[in-house]
């Protein structure tokens, strides 16, 4: 049910806003009223979860992480009532948060930049509502699910990020991450930008020192209050740089890691020497025999979701991996997510960086050339493309059926090459081709190059991700943080120039120039990055008579959307790659999202159970 999650609604200040609260409040535990005394905020959140002031007429939430109190709040909108300039003190502050303003009757709501914290809104009665949850929504306006955003999640990878964080509700829409909605009195509301990516013309040297101070400060966030909090280590460069980050902290670390079916993955080599310099650390290691294959759970799942998750294969052992770090006593638990999709960067600046200095371009292509195998004529030609992002969109929803690409080919492109499976059916093509087809009326790059726009993609993609993350490890019991998806670490990391943090000749040369001093430095060395290709094989295998039967009771059958005898064939047969399971895996995150919701596609209406209860 909605009383199981953790959950939070805004509404505006007048009467329709209180009448739609209504609707909700028997499924609340906390209600904080406007100033007026209308419903502002209901929901349902942990003790510690929100930090709330006011001054007159002005109130102020911060639902989340946050590097200040009720005090520095109330200090903050003591004397102003302009929501403007509220907004534009509270842009610097740390931590992973919603930020709520209510002033003189106006609402101002927004989430993260990286997507991590997201809003949704809907219209009920006569009044707008906003919320952090899409299914509180779909639940208050018994919403049903809207087939062709079940279409769009079956496309790896997502044509576009509009696309991806579309609300898979109809009549529930998502704010974009990058923007703020606005509630006023009288039913009318409006979107508004309120984030814009920092210019990027900082050196590598001057860089590290901003994002040093950036992820000291979204750590100290996670640390303030003291406890024990744990953290991975994988022994990947994130993972580490968060646990001796932490550990400096000197509050109480718990690590963790789980090892790997492949004896080729160096990662144990690596997490081993981080933790001989962790000494003060408690350690925690699960073998593979002791966590659930890949790829378990997904026939009868129980997930916490208001939304379909890409990666899925893992659910089951979530519930396992939160049970040891809570017999330790953590309180929250650290993850590096963001810092591959921040820190790796991507090979687009080329394009970019060809108009304005080519010889530099021309020999980091050279470069990545060699690292990536991509032949010369085809690089050349990635190169020297002038494609509009209007173009490439169309482009994208015309190709959904197309062969896949061949590998060792360089797309340089607004967007990577999307495709549906082999199993989707003609309605299933038709109904994503008209998604994409309509977003293209309005579509518009997040920055005008395509290396920037390629960035900013790519983090809220991974803040999309974390955020379903968040909530599977919350409701197995213990909240999730990564510091690397925090808005300031972004900033920070933003500000730097694309051709020094992103280079063929240098492993994430700006995170580990800002780590310099606060990691051993033959920790700083890491060249190689762990693959886990072999434990999706593996789960597959072992998970085959479940998935077999998962075909033969297909949701999205019903639905019309996939073929059950392709997917049963695709679930049986030989894969020439790990890269070939990654439609797999997006088609089993959209049925087992089914499956928990209880939907039934032979009503026209909501036919759901929140939390997955018959």
């Known amino acids: 049910m909605l009383s199981d999650h953790v959950w939070f609604a805004v509404f505006p200040d007048d009467d329709g806003g209180g009448a739609a609260a209504r609707e909700l ?34 109130m102020i939430a911060v639902f989340g992480r946050c590097s200040v109190g009720a005090a520095e709040l ?29 002033v003189s009757g106006m609402v101002w709501a927004r989430g993260a930049a990286s997507g991590t914290r997201r809003l949704f809104h809907t219209r009920v009665g006569g009044a707008t509502v906003a919320a952090d949850r899409a299914d509180v929504l779909a639940r208050l306006g018994d919403a049903s699910v809207d087939e062709r955003a ?29 923007h703020a909605i606005v509630l006023l009195p009288g039913g009318t509301s409006r979107v508004e930008r309120w984030w814009r990516a920092p210019e990027a013309g900082l050196s590598l040297a001057e860089g590290a020192v901003r994002v040093a101070d950036a992820l000291s400060g979204a750590v100290a966030t996670c640390t303030t209050g003291g406890g024990i909090v744990s953290a991975d280590l994988s022994g990947g460069l994130d993972s580490t740089a968060l646990c001796f980050l932490t550990a400096r902290t000197g509050i109480r670390l718990v690590t963790h890691r789980w090892g790997a079916a492949d004896v080729g993955n160096d990662d144990a080599v690596w997490a081993r020497r981080a933790r001989a310099a962790l000494v003060e650390a408690e350690h925690q290691i699960a073998g593979t025999q002791r966590l659930s294959p890949w790829f378990s759970g997904l026939v009868d799942p129980r997930l916490p979701l208001d939304e379909p998750f890409r990666w899925v294969r893992g659910i089951a052992r979530v519930p396992e991996i939160t049970a040891t770090l809570v017999d330790a006593g953590s309180r929250l638990h650290l993850s590096g997510q963001g810092a591959d999709e921040l820190f790796t960067g991507t090979a ?27 032949p010369l004529e085809a690089t050349a030609r990635a190169l020297l493309d002038r494609e509009s992002y209007r173009a490439a969109y169309d482009r994208a929803g015309r190709s959904l059926t197309d062969p896949v690409p061949r590998q060792h080919v360089p797309h340089l492109g607004w967007m990577l090459p999307a495709r549906l499976p082999a199993w989707a059916t003609d309605d299933a093509a038709a109904l994503a081709r008209e998604a994409v087809r309509d977003a293209a009326e309005t579509a518009a790059p997040l920055a005008a190059t395509r290396g920037r726009h390629a960035t900013l993609a790519a983090v809220r993609a991974a803040g999309v991700t974390l955020r379903s993350l968040s909530a599977l ?9 990564a510091p690397f998806l925090d808005d300031t670490v972004v900033n920070a990391a933003l500000a730097v120039r694309p051709e020094e943090q992103c280079t063929p000749f240098r492993y994430k040369p700006l995170l580990a120039e800002a780590l310099r001093g606060v990691l051993p430095e033959e920790l700083l060395t890491r060249r190689t990055k762990g693959d886990f290709s072999a434990d999706a094989f593996a789960g597959l295998r072992y998970n085959r008579p479940d998935l077999v039967a998962l075909t033969e009771e297909l949701h999205l059958a019903k639905l019309g959307l996939v073929d059950p005898v392709g997917l049963r064939e695709a679930v ?3 894969h020439p790659s790990a890269t070939a399971l990654s439609h797999l895996e997006a088609t089993l995150g959209v049925e087992a999202w089914l499956r928990s919701t209880r939907f039934d596609p032979h009503r026209p209406t909501a036919a759901f159970a929140m939390g997955g209860q018959p």
């Open 572 to 574: 049986t047969g030989l």
């Open 25 to 58: 409040r028997r499924q609340a535990v906390q209600l904080f009223t406007h100033a007026s005394g209308r419903p502002w905020l209901i929901g349902r959140w942990p003790p510690g979860e929100v930090t709330v002031a006011g001054v007159g007429t002005a």
């Open 150 to 178: 079940l279409a769009l999640r079956l496309v790896t990878p997502a044509p576009a990020h509009t696309l991806e964080e579309r609300s898979v509700w109809r009549g529930v829409h998502s704010v974009p991450s990058d």
């Open 473 to 481: 490890y919350r409701s197995a019991g213990i909240p999730l943080a």
């Open 348 to 374: 687009l600046y080329l394009h970019d960086l060809l108009r304005v200095r080519p010889l530099a371009a021309v020999r980091a292509a050279r470069g990545f050339r060699a690292l990536h195998r991509w």
């Open 74 to 102: 109330t200090a903050l909108i003591r004397d102003t009532p302009d929501i403007g300039v509220i907004e534009h003190r509270t842009r610097t502050l740390a931590g992973s948060f919603h930020l709520v303003a209510s």
